[in-house]
């Protein structure tokens, strides 16, 4: 293919995969290694046993972590959230769709303004 030699090493990651693998991983530790090749990021949490996709804070990630290592290294790409939206029931699968955007949104503005 043209061009394919000029194509940057890009990555994407999930803090909530690397978290049910690796246990109670420092978030720096991953930034630091992906670094700038980090272009999206899969935001979920977990209780460090199974990978269940919940809403962020609801499970063991310390988010505050989390955001302090993408911002060491510049991260400025895509959030992508991963959510089982049964884990209140098949009833509340547009709530906890709306909830999670809300907890997401509330992060990010505490955050950042």
């Known amino acids: 293919m043209p061009g394919c030699g000029k194509m940057k090493r890009k990555i994407g990651f999930s ?10 991983i420092k ?20 209780d460090t046993f199974t990978d269940q996709h919940k809403i962020p804070m609801t499970g063991t990630i310390n988010w505050n972590d989390v955001f302090d290592a993408l911002d060491e290294i510049g991260y400025s790409g ?9 884990h209140f029931g098949n009833d509340f699968l547009i709530e906890t769709a709306e909830f999670a955007v809300k907890v997401m949104k509330n992060i990010l503005f505490e955050r950042y303004g």
């Open 27 to 46: 978030a720096l530790e991953i930034a630091s290694q992906i670094g700038a090749d980090a272009v999206d990021f899969s935001i979920d949490d977990n």
């Open 15 to 24: 803090i909530g995969a690397l978290q049910k693998k690796y246990g109670d």
């Open 78 to 86: 895509v959030y992508n959230m991963e959510l089982n939206l049964r």
